[in-house]
């Protein structure tokens, strides 16, 4: 069973909608990053998170450590969030790289 | 500020030769950490380093290896390389590890194995 699981796999939605991608894990973490990658290979850090709710122009994260889950939030989707997110976590145990998901394939369609 | 630099970006080899690969980070940054990406097993940890440690190996076999240069460039290599080491390798720099380990990603180096 794969520590790190996102949901939706693919999403494909209309311009403006609002977008949600969940990620569950299974162990005591000390970190999770939502990670952004387009087409041609290029990744993108959108987030740390520890604990809370971190919000950057549109999108938005949170983290609910004792559920241990976590959720991304794109607001007033645009054909340009087309991506693959990805989420991964560092594991709480010391000397452990990160975890990843497998992503959300997200398409906006115009 | 220039981002992460990897070398080379495409590359290709036949079964059983190596490669190195290089990753130069963000200025000031001390840590650097490397991922293979495949599209069946999709992002996976290799090595983190810190200040030229070795911080923490994924579950690769002996044929990958990588260290840290005094100046926190880095490089990784593959021996003997297989058909299924082909993959894009993806090298991260950060200021520190764990918490304060906000990640700049590379380009990648896409390599092929014929």
């Known amino acids: 069973k794969n520590e790190v699981e996102q949901s939706p796999q693919n999403l494909t939605a209309q311009e403006g909608e609002f977008i949600t991608i969940n990620c569950s894990y299974s162990?005591?973490?000390?970190?999770l990053h939502w990670l952004q990658q387009h087409p041609g290979g290029g990744i993108v850090s959108l987030f740390m998170?520890?604990?809370g709710k971190k919000k950057h122009g549109r999108l938005i994260a949170t983290i609910n450590i004792q559920e241990k889950h976590s959720s991304l939030h794109i607001t007033a989707s645009h054909p340009r969030d087309s991506a693959v997110y990805i989420c991964?976590?560092?594991?709480?145990?010391?000397?452990?790289?990160?975890?990843f998901g497998k992503g959300t394939h997200l398409i906006i369609q115009p | 500020k220039a981002g992460v630099t990897q070398t080379p970006r495409y590359l290709i080899k036949t079964r059983g030769q190596q490669v190195t690969l290089s990753c130069s980070p963000i200025?000031?940054?001390?840590?650097v950490s490397w991922y293979q990406q495949t599209p069946g097993q999709g992002l996976q940890f290799l090595f983190e380093?810190?200040?030229?440690?070795?911080?923490n190996k994924g579950n690769f076999p002996g044929r990958f290896s990588g260290r840290q240069f005094s100046n926190s460039r880095s490089e990784m290599n593959v021996s003997t390389l297989e058909l299924g080491d082909s993959a894009l390798y993806l090298c991260?720099?950060?200021?520190?590890?764990?918490?304060?380990?906000?990640?700049?990603f590379g380009e990648g180096s896409r390599l092929t194995v014929l």
């Open positions: 380093y810190f200040s030229e440690t070795q911080r």
């Open positions: 998170l520890s604990s």
């Open positions: 991964a976590v560092r594991l709480a145990t010391l000397m452990n790289g990160l975890t």
């Open positions: 162990v005591g973490i000390s970190a």
């Open positions: 200025s000031g940054h001390r840590s």
């Open positions: 991260a720099s950060s200021l520190g590890t764990g918490r304060t380990g906000e990640l700049f």
